[in-house]
Each structure stands twice: as C-alpha cells, then as structure tokens.
C-alpha cells in the first residue's frame, strides 16, 4: 500500500478548472489593462484538503460523492466536476499502456477541497464506495491519512486561491513585505497579440505568421487586510520584459526593477513607488553597456532605495554587476564576480546588519560553482566559496535568519554535466543535462560553512529510453530551489519536480520543505502549481507564516494541455516550534570519491585551432563556426530529462564552448504561443552578436514517409506554420510529394529559412519524396541521441530492426537521397538528453545568423562528433559546391583532429548510382594533409564525392558533399 501511496502523492497538483465560491473573481474594471490581477480573498483560517479517491482500484469505478456539511462550508472543489454546492462527480481512470510499467493500471480521481471548519468539527463524506470522516486536527501536514481501508487518503494542503483572471499569460511574480504588513507583488503579463489565421497560412498566405501587437507588461498588485487587489500597471504594454523584482524601504518606498528590451539591447531599469500618494517615479536605466544586462534582483539598502544586482556582458563574458538606486538616481555599477569565464544566476538578500550578500554561479574552473560576496556600505569583500567541488553546483538562492546566518540552496548535478552523452555513445561519458538534479543547502556564518547532517531527498523518478537496448533508470531530479527562512528561523526549500513517479510528459509542480533539528519536512505540494519546469514561485514572510505566489497554466499530462497561465495566492502557516538546526562543518570543495577525469583535456586548445583556422576562396575569407540546431528543453521534452531552457544557453555558452547555437522544441512547444514567445524572448536574451549567436529554430514533426524537420530563421518574430490536415495533404504520394511540405517549403522561401530532416532512417524519417535544394539545403546525418543515418554499413547506423532506435526505414538512408540526385550539405545535432557528440560546423563569411543561414544554403558545413577539423576541396572549390571542371577531379583535403586519425575515406557516387567507398587511408596521426585523384571518369561523367573521418577514439566527421561534371 505504502509504494502505491507515493506514487501518488503528487496528483493532487493537476487541477482542473472549475466553478468556485469564494474563488471567484471580481470583474475587471474597463480602466484596467488586460493582465491587471483581479480581487480575491484568501481565507487563512480555512482548511484544505486533498482526496485521493481510488488508490487501490483494479479497474475505473465511480468515486462522485459529497462533503456532508452545510453548503457555506464548502468554500471550493476543484480537479474534478462540481456537482451542487457540496458534491462532485469523479472516477478513477486506466493509466496509458505506456506508463503501466511504472504505474498501477488505473489512477485515483482526485479533487482539492478548501472548507469552513473548526479544527474539532467532524468533516463526513459520502462516496459512492462508501462513507468516511476525520476531524482537522488528526490531519498533519503532507501525512495523508487512509480510510476505507487504504482505498482512500486525506491530506492537508496548503490553502490557496487564483488570483488573476485567464486573459492573458501572468508569470514571474515577485514578493516583498512592507513593515505594516502589506505584501506587494510585481508579475509580468503577456498579450499573444493578433491571432494567427491557420486557415489561410495552410493556403500558402503566411502574413499572419508574424507576430504583430504582442508582448509583455509588468503589473504591480497587493495582499492587505485579507484581500488581493490590483494596483496599476508598471510599464506599458508591448513591450519585451524579463523578471522584475520588488522591494520595499524601510519607509514604505517601493522599488520595482526588471530587464527589458530597448531597441535590440537588454539593459535593466527601475522605477519607485510611493503608496501614500499612489504615485511612480520616473523610469531609471540601471545598466548602460552594450551588450545583454538580464536576470535583475533586488534587496533593500535600509533606507529609500535598493540594491539591484543582475547578469550583465562586460565584452568578454557575463559578470554579476550591483547598483544601488534612489530617488536621486543610479550608483556606478560595481563588478560583484571577477572570473574570466562566464557568470549566471545571482540572487540578493539583505542581512539583519545590513550586509548586502549576492550568490551566483560560475563556469570558471570548467563545472559550475557556487560563491557569495558581502557588501557592506557598498564596499565588498572577499568572493567566498559555497560550492566549488568538481560536481555540477548551479542555481543559487539566499535569505538570512535573524542571528545573521546567510543561507544558501543550489541545485547540484554529477561531474562532467554536459559532457560526452548518447544513448549509444559506447566511449567516454559524461553526464546529460537532467538525468538526476539534487537540491543542496548549506549555511555561512562568522566564516564557517555549515551544512545539514542529512540530505533533501524526493521521489525518485523513472528515465525510460527510446533505445530499448538500454535499462530504464531511476534518478532523483529536484530543481530550480527558491529559499525563505520563516519565523522560527526554520530554512523552507521551495522547488519543482515531476509530480509522478514515471516522468512521463511536460509537467512539473512545486513542492516545500524546511529543516529543523537533524531531519528534513515532509514534502508540501503547493496547490494546482503545474506547468513548466522553469517555475519560481515568490515568497513572503511573517510571523503567521508564509504568502506563497506562483504561476501555473493547469497543465494535467504535458504542454499540450496546458490553459492560459495565471497566478494563485497559496498561504502556509507557521506550525510547530523551534528547533535549532544540526550541522556539520563542510569544504565547499568536498568530493566523495576520486576526482574525475576530464572527458576532454584538449578542449579549449581544439575549440581554439576551429576558431583561428581561415579559408580563402578568391576574394571571400570563410570563418569556422561550431554549432547546432536540434536541442530540445522543457517545451517539449515528452518527459523529465531534459531540463529547463535555461540548459541550453549554459551548455551552448559554456559546457560545448559553440559558436552558435538553436534550440529545437516541437513548433516552440506543440504551436503554444506563450512558450513560443519565452524562447524567442530568451534567444535574444543570450545573443551576442560575434561572440555567441542564437537562431530561431524549432522542430516540425510529421511521421514516415514525410519525415521530421528542423526550421531555422534568422529572423525573430516567425511563429510556426500549421499542418494540413488529412493523410493526403500530410504524407502525400513517393511520385509527387506531400503537400503539407510544399506549404512548409513555401513558409521558409517567404520568410527567408531553411529546414533540415534528421533521423531520416527511422519511423521519424523520410523516403525522400519531397525536396528543395535551396530551401533543404542539409540533412541531420548523425543524431547524437539516436544513430548514424549515412548508410546501414557505416559506423554507428543501423543494421535492420533489430539494432535500431524507434523504427528501421531503410529507404531513409543518406545514400538512398544522394542516388536519386539529392543536394544535401551534412550536420550533426543532439535532440534529446545527448550532449557534446553533435557539431553542425558551418564555413561562413561572417559570424551573424544571416552568415549562418547562408553557410547552410551554400552547403558549406560538416558533421562532426568532435572539434574536428575538415578542409576538403576541389581546386578553388569547397565542399558543398556543385560546379563543372576540366582536369581530372582532385580533391585536396586536410584534417586536424582531437585524437589520431585512424581511417579516412572518399565516398564516390556516379549520376543515378549507389554511392561506393572508393579510397581508403589509414594516416594514424592527428594532423592529415593528403590529394586524391580520380583518374577513372568518363568525360561527361556527374559525379559526387565526400569524405569520412574515423579516429582512433572512433569520433567521426563527415565532409558535405561536393557535386562534379567532369567535361574534358
């Protein structure tokens, strides 16, 4: 019963919509824009409760039933159908053929019930399956109690309201306590703006397809006496905002800070509020420097006005920067971090004393680590170590208690995090983006860093692979930590998790915990907090307790059902007594174990050679820039391993050291405009143009024989195109194509893009009816998560059914594309959870997306598991070129690898023929340079050739293809 139990805890968090009482929200006055939050009241002295009917049913059965208590009581029902004032209508549910492995075969109806009652009343319910009764004061915290022998449970859950009507998407809230008690709160709201007319783009007429009258406004709302009410909106509307944060001066000033978008540069602003005289101030740039300034917090300085910390570019890499602000205006920035690597997340807290403490994490010793530094009147001191082990240390939230003890949470990951990692990568591993997460807290005070004597530990979670060779795993991953301190000075740890034990689908929820003494809390579900799993809610305190609020889009499976997404107020009392928490002194370099071994030594050296090596061709000089457009995240992740989007900018930036990089999600998240617009918004964010390029990219799925595609733009703006319906639009006839890719081929040529098919011998792939040279100019020959698509002969691909990754398409085959006259360039990228084994490297005039763009559209790039090398020519032509010569074909071709070069061979393919190897070479050293002729052509003869590279470490590249005629 007990294992059965803890799969289930968590479902309760899946609500759905439904009609409320005192849930209800008063109507928006017309003066108000669309994203003001509207008037609820939260009932703190309320009870709720979580049933979970049906834990042990073998097949559906119905569980309607009623509370019997006078309908006043019965504040709200929500996850399953009202019925009346005090009923509902529910039934437990079979589990897809697909989790059974993980779940039993059916799943318990659940419903979230807030009631009217005294801790001694007795709360009778009637079923269907029977009658049961409890008395609130039995109930403890997420202790659910079992009735009807095991059957059913009943748990106390925080008590929580929406407070913000579903009009717009309302998200980011932040927090801050005034001294009389009012908590405000800061959100941003965004407008899809106008629709998209699916009709007329799947005609060929794609205007509507750009984004127009969309965008972000920061709202600003408060909780008082009982009652949430908005208050006035911070910024206009349109506009490109991220995060704002809120504090409150001693004095009741508010100070309102966040990051926003001005004419193609990211800077962060402020601007006060007084509310005696409900009056802003005027809007202050806080940060000036070109370059992208993002990620902004704040904490108060003592007096009218506040410290702002925030990510910004210093021309080289990301620092931690702090200001302060006041009504007089804006300090001088003061550089918080100092490495010569790149710097992320900070987080700001103000100490009992004053002390200003900011947190952030860094990539300057090759993993991330995290550090705090003290500013005390401005003045800083030393940086100080909190986590600098080998290990994956990230994502830093602090508060202080009330003795001045800073605390700090992180999330923390294994070693060599993004790293060498392919469900069939048979060489050195390291470790995918979210294949376990842990939460870590440790504590610094007069010097000393302390951390619990015991771990945070959570559900553990299956990983089940596509390849079935290999063995489902299950890995704890608890993420995205948010830190508050209450007023027994216990530390709360709030973070996201999948609420079930499979992981299947794009859904995360948000749970709690403090430490007392020497153990950890139960774990607390915040009420109907589903959604993505970049989720922070905001926290307030005070001596009752603590004001939780959080955004949440209701989603119940994945991304695909998620509803407009919107705030809800949760409140979580103060219980129990003090108790000082047990200790032990740390190392922030602490590691268990032998310290790990690089999986690459040599990078920063062969990431360099890539980068200084020139090609000049004529008049033209051609760059070397690594990258990839295949990566998917929290948008479409189809279940719990690829972690937030945040991942990919860190390992893009960081881990794999690219040039450029584009994520791949499913059409941004299943055509949902509002993770459509957090990518666009977040590829901006990171962009720095000649350093660090980020393409519009997504992925466009329709399954075998038309195939899955990748779409990049260079252009921001353009949301994806919509399918036609029907088997003969979408997969059309191997004579004349699909129709459904006519229209997507006419969407990229209007709007500049280009696609590429990838996995192109699996049920994903493709058979080649449809194709456009100049709008399809590559192919996905290698995946990094899957295989080798070349030829079924070739290293790392397929040899039928029986060895392959979901499905064996033998007429996807790259050779079966080249034999029908196919022009198509070759790149590599990773898809899901593989990291560092898929390089589309590009050859490109300039370092810009245009310069990419055109890169793909010339064919010329390379395939590469590695930061290979590969210069392959013909005379004053590159790879990828198609073009008529005189002599015998020559090809010159240089090599430079990151181990010995074990073999190396030209594949040949003749006009209307099957491509053959026709040389072979076996150099043994790590720099080759060698010519080869081909002296058996007919004069006339079309000819294609290209070249693989296998090293000694078996890492692969593939040159593109160069297109011949041979006419003496």
């Given at each position: 019963?007990?294992?059965?139990?803890?799969?289930?805890?968590?479902?309760?968090?899946?609500?759905?919509?439904?009609?409320?009482?005192?849930?209800?929200?008063?109507?928006?006055?017309?003066?108000?824009?669309?994203?003001?939050?509207?008037?609820?009241?939260?009932?703190?002295?309320?009870?709720?409760?979580?049933?979970?009917?049906?834990?042990?049913?073998?097949?559906?059965?119905?569980?309607?039933?009623?509370?019997?208590?006078?309908?006043?009581?019965?504040?709200?029902?929500?996850?399953?159908?009202?019925?009346?004032?005090?009923?509902?209508?529910?039934?437990?549910?079979?589990?897809?053929?697909?989790?059974?492995?993980?779940?039993?075969?059916?799943?318990?109806?659940?419903?979230?019930?807030?009631?009217?009652?005294?801790?001694?009343?007795?709360?009778?319910?009637?079923?269907?399956?029977?009658?049961?009764?409890?008395?609130?004061?039995?109930?403890?915290?997420?202790?659910?109690?079992?009735?009807?022998?095991?059957?059913?449970?009943?748990?106390?859950?925080?008590?929580?309201?929406?407070?913000?009507?579903?009009?717009?998407?309302?998200?980011?809230?932040?927090?801050?306590?005034?001294?009389?008690?009012?908590?405000?709160?800061?959100?941003?709201?965004?407008?899809?703006?106008?629709?998209?007319?699916?009709?007329?783009?799947?005609?060929?007429?794609?205007?509507?397809?750009?984004?127009?009258?969309?965008?972000?406004?920061?709202?600003?709302?408060?909780?008082?006496?009982?009652?949430?009410?908005?208050?006035?909106?911070?910024?206009?509307?349109?506009?490109?905002?991220?995060?704002?944060?809120?504090?409150?001066?001693?004095?009741?000033?508010?100070?309102?800070?966040?990051?926003?978008?001005?004419?193609?540069?990211?800077?962060?602003?402020?601007?006060?509020?007084?509310?005696?005289?409900?009056?802003?101030?005027?809007?202050?740039?806080?940060?000036?420097?070109?370059?992208?300034?993002?990620?902004?917090?704040?904490?108060?300085?003592?007096?009218?006005?506040?410290?702002?910390?925030?990510?910004?570019?210093?021309?080289?890499?990301?620092?931690?920067?702090?200001?302060?602000?006041?009504?007089?205006?804006?300090?001088?920035?003061?550089?918080?971090?100092?490495?010569?690597?790149?710097?992320?997340?900070?987080?700001?807290?103000?100490?009992?004393?004053?002390?200003?403490?900011?947190?952030?994490?860094?990539?300057?010793?090759?993993?991330?680590?995290?550090?705090?530094?003290?500013?005390?009147?401005?003045?800083?001191?030393?940086?100080?170590?909190?986590?600098?082990?080998?290990?994956?240390?990230?994502?830093?939230?602090?508060?202080?208690?009330?003795?001045?003890?800073?605390?700090?949470?992180?999330?923390?990951?294994?070693?060599?995090?993004?790293?060498?990692?392919?469900?069939?990568w048979p060489w050195k591993q390291g470790v995918p983006f979210y294949r376990e997460r842990f939460i870590k807290l440790r504590q610094l005070t007069a010097g000393r860093l302390v951390e619990p004597?015991?771990?945070?530990?959570?559900?553990?979670?299956?990983?089940?692979?596509?390849?079935?060779?290999?063995?489902?795993?299950?890995?704890?991953?608890?993420?995205?930590?948010?830190?508050?301190?209450?007023?027994?000075?216990?530390?709360?740890?709030?973070?996201?998790?999948?609420?079930?034990?499979?992981?299947?689908?794009?859904?995360?929820?948000?749970?709690?915990?403090?430490?007392?003494?020497?153990?950890?809390?139960?774990?607390?579900?915040?009420?109907?907090?589903?959604?993505?799993?970049?989720?922070?809610?905001?926290?307030?305190?005070?001596?009752?307790?603590?004001?939780?609020?959080?955004?949440?889009?209701?989603?119940?499976?994945?991304?695909?059902?998620?509803?407009?997404?919107?705030?809800?107020?949760?409140?979580?009392?103060?219980?129990?007594?003090?108790?000082?928490?047990?200790?032990?002194?740390?190392?922030?370099?602490?590691?268990?174990?032998?310290?790990?071994?690089?999986?690459?030594?040599?990078?920063?050296?062969?990431?360099?050679?890539?980068?200084?090596?020139?090609?000049?061709?004529?008049?033209?000089?051609?760059?070397?820039?690594?990258?990839?457009?295949?990566?998917?995240?929290?948008?479409?992740?189809?279940?719990?391993?690829?972690?937030?989007?945040?991942?990919?900018?860190?390992?893009?930036?960081?881990?794999?050291?690219?040039?450029?990089?584009?994520?791949?999600?499913?059409?941004?998240?299943?055509?949902?405009?509002?993770?459509?617009?957090?990518?666009?918004?977040?590829?901006?964010?990171?962009?720095?143009?000649?350093?660090?390029?980020?393409?519009?990219?997504?992925?466009?799925?329709?399954?075998?024989?038309?195939?899955?595609?990748?779409?990049?733009?260079?252009?921001?703006?353009?949301?994806?195109?919509?399918?036609?319906?029907?088997?003969?639009?979408?997969?059309?006839?191997?004579?004349?194509?699909?129709?459904?890719?006519?229209?997507?081929?006419?969407?990229?040529?209007?709007?500049?893009?280009?696609?590429?098919?990838?996995?192109?011998?699996?049920?994903?792939?493709?058979?080649?009816?449809?194709?456009?040279?100049?709008?399809?100019?590559?192919?996905?020959?290698?995946?990094?998560?899957?295989?080798?698509?070349?030829?079924?002969?070739?290293?790392?691909?397929?040899?039928?059914?029986?060895?392959?990754?979901?499905?064996?398409?033998?007429?996807?085959?790259?050779?079966?594309?080249?034999?029908?006259?196919?022009?198509?360039?070759?790149?590599?990228?990773?898809?899901?959870?593989?990291?560092?084994?898929?390089?589309?490297?590009?050859?490109?005039?300039?370092?810009?997306?245009?310069?990419?763009?055109?890169?793909?559209?010339?064919?010329?790039?390379?395939?590469?598991?590695?930061?290979?090398?590969?210069?392959?020519?013909?005379?004053?032509?590159?790879?990828?070129?198609?073009?008529?010569?005189?002599?015998?074909?020559?090809?010159?071709?240089?090599?430079?690898?990151?181990?010995?070069?074990?073999?190396?061979r030209i594949i040949r393919q003749l006009e209307g023929q099957m491509p053959t190897y026709v040389a072979s070479f076996e150099p043994n050293q790590q720099e080759v340079q060698l010519s080869w002729s081909d002296r058996?052509?007919?004069?006339?003869?079309?000819?294609?050739?290209?070249?693989?590279?296998?090293?000694?470490?078996?890492?692969?590249?593939?040159?593109?293809?160069?297109?011949?005629?041979?006419?003496?």
């Open positions: 019963m007990q294992a059965r139990l803890v799969r289930y805890l968590s479902i309760g968090g899946i609500l759905a919509g439904v009609t409320f009482a005192f849930y209800h929200l008063a109507a928006r006055p017309a003066s108000q824009p669309p994203g003001a939050a509207s008037a609820a009241t939260l009932p703190v002295r309320a009870l709720a409760v979580r049933l979970q009917l049906g834990l042990l049913d073998e097949k559906p059965a119905d569980w309607s039933g009623q509370f019997r208590l006078p309908a006043a009581r019965v504040l709200a029902i929500e996850g399953v159908e009202r019925s009346g004032a005090t009923g509902w209508r529910a039934k437990s549910t079979v589990v897809p053929k697909n989790l059974r492995q993980q779940e039993p075969p059916v799943r318990p109806a659940v419903l979230l019930a807030t009631l009217d009652v005294d801790a001694t009343q007795l709360v009778e319910i009637e079923t269907v399956q029977g009658r049961f009764a409890f008395r609130p004061n039995e109930l403890e915290w997420a202790k659910p109690r079992a009735f009807l022998k095991g059957a059913v449970t009943v748990e106390r859950v925080p008590v929580s309201v929406p407070i913000s009507a579903a009009q717009t998407h309302d998200d980011f809230p932040a927090l801050a306590r005034a001294l009389d008690g009012t908590v405000w709160c800061v959100y941003v709201s965004y407008a899809p703006g106008d629709p998209v007319d699916e009709e007329a783009a799947r005609n060929g007429k794609f205007d509507s397809l750009l984004a127009r009258n969309n965008g972000d406004q920061i709202h600003l709302a408060r909780y008082q006496a009982g009652q949430w009410n908005y208050v006035a909106a911070v910024t206009g509307e349109k506009r490109d905002v991220w995060k704002p944060s809120v504090v409150v001066t001693a004095k009741g000033t508010l100070w309102i800070v966040w990051a926003e978008n001005v004419n193609g540069n990211w800077d962060i602003y402020a601007r006060s509020f007084e509310p005696a005289r409900n009056d802003f101030g005027p809007t202050l740039r806080v940060s000036s420097a070109s370059g992208p300034d993002t990620n902004a917090v704040a904490a108060t300085d003592g007096a009218m006005g506040a410290w702002v910390a925030w990510q910004g570019w210093n021309g080289k890499d990301f620092d931690i920067w702090l200001a302060r602000v006041q009504p007089g205006g804006v300090g001088q920035p003061i550089r918080v971090s100092t490495s010569p690597a790149n710097d992320w997340y900070p987080a700001i807290a103000t100490g009992i004393d004053g002390t200003v403490w900011v947190a952030w994490d860094t990539y300057h010793k090759g993993d991330y680590d995290v550090y705090v530094r003290a500013f005390r009147n401005g003045v800083g001191g030393d940086a100080i170590p909190v986590a600098t082990s080998p290990r994956y240390e990230a994502r830093p939230s602090i508060g202080t208690d009330s003795q001045g003890r800073l605390w700090v949470a992180y999330e923390d990951a294994d070693v060599n995090w993004g790293k060498d990692y392919g469900q069939r004597v015991v771990s945070m530990t959570a559900l553990l979670h299956d990983t089940p692979y596509d390849d079935t060779f290999k063995v489902s795993e299950y890995a704890q991953r608890t993420s995205i930590p948010v830190l508050a301190v209450d007023s027994l000075g216990r530390p709360w740890i709030f973070y996201r998790r999948h609420p079930l034990a499979a992981g299947r689908g794009e859904i995360w929820a948000s749970y709690a915990r403090y430490y007392q003494g020497g153990r950890w809390s139960e774990e607390i579900e915040l009420p109907g907090s589903t959604g993505r799993l970049d989720v922070k809610p905001a926290i307030a305190v005070d001596s009752r307790g603590l004001f939780v609020v959080y955004s949440t889009d209701d989603r119940r499976q994945n991304i695909r059902d998620s509803k407009v997404s919107h705030l809800r107020l949760a409140w979580i009392p103060t219980f129990g007594t003090a108790e000082e928490p047990v200790m032990r002194v740390v190392s922030p370099e602490i590691f268990i174990g032998s310290r790990p071994e690089p999986v690459h030594p040599n990078e920063a050296q062969d990431v360099e050679r890539l980068r200084s090596y020139r090609i000049g061709l004529g008049t033209k000089e051609l760059r070397y820039l690594r990258g990839e457009f295949h990566r998917h995240t929290e948008f479409s992740a189809h279940r719990d391993w690829d972690g937030p989007l945040e991942e990919v900018w860190r390992y893009g930036w960081d881990v794999a050291n690219l040039d450029w990089i584009g994520p791949g999600d499913h059409d941004y998240g299943y055509g949902l405009d509002y993770p459509w617009w957090l990518t666009q918004k977040q590829s901006d964010m990171y962009h720095v143009p000649g350093r660090f390029l980020i393409m519009f990219t997504y992925e466009r799925s329709t399954p075998y024989p038309s195939g899955h595609r990748n779409v990049m733009f260079a252009r921001r703006g353009i949301r994806p195109v919509p399918r036609l319906q029907g088997d003969a639009n979408v997969f059309g006839t191997a004579e004349k194509g699909a129709p459904d890719v006519k229209n997507l081929y006419a969407y990229l040529r209007y709007f500049g893009g280009i696609c590429a098919s990838h996995t192109t011998a699996s049920d994903m792939g493709t058979d080649w009816r449809d194709h456009d040279p100049e709008l399809e100019p590559v192919v996905e020959i290698f995946q990094g998560h899957r295989l080798n698509y070349e030829e079924p002969n070739a290293p790392m691909a397929p040899r039928g059914p029986e060895d392959t990754i979901q499905g064996f398409r033998p007429q996807g085959f790259v050779w079966n594309a080249l034999r029908k006259g196919l022009r198509l360039g070759f790149q590599a990228s990773s898809d899901h959870l593989s990291t560092h084994i898929s390089y589309a490297i590009v050859l490109a005039e300039e370092a810009t997306r245009e310069g990419i763009i055109q890169a793909f559209k010339q064919r010329h790039c390379y395939a590469a598991q590695d930061n290979i090398l590969l210069d392959v020519r013909c005379g004053q032509h590159l790879m990828g070129e198609t073009f008529v010569i005189r002599e015998w074909p020559r090809l010159d071709i240089r090599v430079v690898g990151t181990a010995p070069v074990a073999s190396l058996n052509l007919e004069p006339g003869t079309r000819v294609m050739y290209y070249v693989r590279v296998k090293q000694h470490d078996r890492k692969l590249a593939w040159s593109s293809p160069l297109w011949i005629e041979y006419r003496p």
